[in-house]
């Protein structure tokens, strides 16, 4: 899930931080593990807010999207079972008593499985980001299909895009689309743990880029635990060992700190590099914590 919207403006709070210290290399990788209400609308640049709220938070630039490999958003999707598969059938349009809408899909009556486009990443991006974003998406997918390909964004892969309009261009510079395999469900081949293993590799490859000269804060969810339906604990464990390859592939280290909330670090790094984790719940977040701590007991045996 992406929000709680009863309370979406509360600022993000920082749990913990790691760095890794070895050589002063520039730029330096780490990794903060924060809570937010809101990673689309609440982890950003907070850009035409007033004074005493911009940037009071995570200050992200860049955002990491677990899309669709069409790109649509929720668009072709009003809402989605959660952990898949996707029904061949486009959604019955029958009037609803209560919802209004449908109520079917692809034979699927609409249950508590069902996730809706405010309950999802993609669906508050594309609704924030509205039609420019949208747009900008389709170009995409008509270069793929230029190309042969049937996806915009194939599982496992990234692609990036601006924000779109105003309300998402408020937060963040740009937008990284990755997909995710469905846990259950997915069609493309392979191990579904080695394919969202393909997601942090491709999306963070792409959301640094060549930054080794400015500092760039990346802010992402817990890819695959949402309507893909990976079970916690596989989604947890795939964050903590990537975000730990991430941050330390740049250099051998010599040992890697953690530092709690917002304490102040004397690092003599100029440029820094920073792979930010917004999630709901605080269990979540230490869950996530020791995730990243047991990559490095791994690597340490």
């Given amino acids: ?40 609308e609440n982890f950003g640049k907070r850009r035409g807010r007033p004074k005493n709220a911009q940037c009071a938070g995570a200050d992200c630039s860049v955002l990491i ?14 809402y989605f079972p959660k952990g898949g598969p996707v029904p061949k059938d486009q959604p019955l349009k029958e009037a609803h008593h209560i919802m209004g809408y449908v109520t079917q899909w692809g034979g699927m009556e609409v249950e508590g499985g069902m996730m809706f ?33 049937q996806h915009a964004c ?34 493309e081949g392979g191990d579904a743990v080695d394919l969202l293993r393909g997601c ?11 930054s080794a000269t400015q500092t760039v804060k990346v802010g992402i969810p817990l890819l695959g635990a949402g309507c893909r339906g ?30 709690s909330g917002l304490a102040e670090s004397k690092d003599e790094y100029e440029y820094e590099n920073v792979l930010a984790f917004g ?12 995730a990243i701590e047991e990559s490095q007991a791994m690597v340490d045996e």
Avoid at 8 to 32: H, M, N, W
Avoid at 67 to 72: K, M, R, T, V, Y
Avoid at 178 to 186: E, G, N
Wanted: aromatic share 8%; with cysteine; net charge positive.
């Fill in 117 to 149: 486009d405010a309950l999802v990443v993609d669906g508050l991006v594309h609704k924030l980001g509205g039609m420019r974003l949208r747009a900008e998406c389709k170009v995409k997918s008509f270069a793929a299909a230029a190309r042969g390909s």
């Fill in 1 to 40: 899930m992406s929000s709680k919207a009863w309370f979406k403006s509360a600022a993000p709070r920082l749990i913990r931080k790691f760095a890794v210290e070895g050589k002063l290399q520039q730029p330096r990788r780490s990794v903060e593990v924060w809570t937010t209400t809101c990673i689309v």
């Fill in 279 to 290: 999630v709901l719940e605080d269990d979540i977040a230490l869950s996530l914590i020791n």
């Fill in 200 to 210: 942090y590799q491709s999306s963070l490859d792409l959301a640094f880029g060549k």
């Fill in 65 to 78: 999207n677990p899309a669709n490999s069409s790109l649509s958003g929720p668009h072709d999707f009003p």
């Fill in 230 to 259: 990976f079970p916690s604990d596989i989604a947890l464990q795939v964050a903590g060992q990537e975000s730990y390859r991430w941050m330390t592939n740049s250099s051998p280290i010599e040992t890697m700190t953690s530092v």
């Fill in 154 to 187: 194939p599982v496992g892969a990234a692609v990036v895009t601006g924000p779109g309009g105003k309300r998402l261009r408020n937060e963040y510079d740009s937008i990284v689309h990755t997909v995710p395999p469905f846990y259950a469900h997915h069609t």
